[in-house]
């Protein structure tokens, strides 16, 4: 008996492009007359080119294109990419939701998937009922969801409200409790997206554990995220997705080192993902154009050794004018994706004016931040951070690496040294010993 679970075969989805609709009759109108002239749609944002005579009803795009791999019995497989790789839309194919418009993918057991927030949960159901629900659409009797049904509410920790509708909940209470079932009810297939996010880092743990749980019973995991530590610590093999395309699907510790350099390789600039909110947000009104990490004899580094200084280099330019200016640097935690620490500088509070191009070098002194894998979160805006007028770049630039290298040569240094994100100075203003 093959232990092939999952195969597909030149896997492949096309998607068409184009806005469905703005909002009002007039807009739609507007945006017609523009590309049938060949002009950018004035109801775009600020400085984002829609390309009307390519972007017409007929421009299509290949979400996923060529994909051909197996994944054996047991397996706990990582699926790592940029967002718009095609992530998300592999384990719609693989689930069944939708359809590939070529190639083949052939599924061996029953699977269940968990990809939004919602998903196989009807909002009317009450938590109870849509848990049965569930397991009848997983071919599990009433009988034997029953059996499940008390592991299920104390894993979700929903039992006030079990017999509450789903709609209801809150997006985390939702979570816990599609997670519980997914995770419960015996898929011999389970399928999970970056939806766990919603929770907290307590339920992410628990999660992390119940999924390497259920691959010790011989079914199989796959787990898209952005939290690379996660993909670290449960997937010992992981698939990095770029276009649709396949770069490489093997051990892990390779494939986040190829994810990792091919962010290395991105050079930011006005235009990069400008075209996609879901890799760069913001109006437009002002953009990056370069940000590059350095240590203080201005080399490119992304490691560095704790206690090292770390500089951050910003260029940026302004498309319309601004009340003022502010940049703000956050570093996340590798594993729950919260903000660990950040700075934020005013960069001016006077009027700057369209076509203004500056640059800005923040710098990090002796920092202490203990060892571990940083993603980065850089924003720029008007001085009260609060405006549409902004551009963040999130998960463009590789995540900032902390060593304990940097410290070796302290002669204080001790590696019992209690962990934590910070590495804090201290000592000791009393010492009192009674005898």
């Not at 523009?34 to 390519?54: F, L, V």
């Not at 993909?231 to 051990?251: D, H, Q, W, Y």
Request: with cysteine; charged share 25%.
């Amino acid at each position: 008996m093959s232990d092939i679970v999952i195969s597909t075969e030149n896997l492949s989805k096309q998607y068409r492009l184009g806005v469905i609709s703005h909002g009002t009759l007039t807009r739609d109108l507007q945006s017609w007359w523009a590309r049938a002239r060949g002009k950018d749609d004035p109801n775009s944002r600020i400085n984002i080119p829609t390309q009307g005579q390519a972007r017409g009803n007929n421009e299509r795009f290949w979400a996923l294109r060529d994909l051909s791999f197996e994944v054996e019995r047991g397996s706990k497989i990582g699926i790592i990419g940029r967002n718009g790789a095609g992530k998300s839309t592999l384990l719609k194919v693989l689930s069944r939701i939708t359809a590939p418009s070529s190639g083949k993918a052939k599924i061996k057991g029953r699977v269940a998937s968990l990809l939004e927030v919602g998903t196989g949960f009807h909002p009317e159901l009450t938590g109870r009922e849509n848990i049965y629900l569930n397991g009848a659409i997983l071919g599990m009797s009433k009988i034997e969801t029953k059996k499940k049904l008390d592991e299920i509410v104390s894993f979700a920790g929903v039992e006030k409200f079990l017999d509450t509708p789903v709609k209801r909940y809150s997006s985390g209470m939702y979570v816990r409790l599609a997670f519980a079932v997914a995770a419960h009810l015996e898929p011999e297939i389970l399928i999970i997206d970056e939806v766990l996010a919603v929770g907290d880092a307590e339920f992410q743990k628990k999660c992390l554990g119940k999924m390497d749980d259920v691959s010790k019973t011989g079914r199989t995991v796959l787990f898209v995220s952005h939290n690379m530590q996660a993909i670290r610590s449960l997937c010992p093999k992981s698939m990095l997705l770029n276009k649709g395309e396949i770069v490489t699907f093997t051990a892990t510790e390779e494939t986040l080192s190829a994810y990792n350099q091919s962010l290395r390789n991105i050079e930011i600039g006005a235009e990069t993902s400008i075209n996609n909110e879901q890799n760069r947000r913001g109006s437009g009104a002002v953009r990056f154009t370069s940000v590059e990490v350095k240590d203080v004899e201005s080399n490119r580094r992304f490691d560095f050794g704790m206690g090292e200084t770390i500089r951050f280099e910003m260029s940026y330019e302004t498309f319309k004018e601004m009340p003022g200016l502010a940049v703000y640097i956050g570093l996340r935690s590798g594993m729950t994706r919260e903000l660990v620490t950040s700075a934020q500088h005013v960069l001016s509070t006077k009027k700057i004016s369209a076509g203004t191009k500056g640059t800005v070098v923040v710098e990090f002194p002796d920092t202490y931040v203990r060892p571990g894998e940083y993603p980065l979160y850089i924003y720029i805006s008007d001085t009260d951070l609060k405006s549409y007028d902004f551009d963040v770049l999130d998960d463009l630039i590789s995540p900032l690496i902390i060593t304990s290298d940097g410290e070796l040569n302290h002669s204080n240094f001790n590696p019992k040294r209690p962990v934590g994100y910070f590495s804090l100075p201290s000592r000791i203003v009393l010492n009192e010993i009674l005898s």
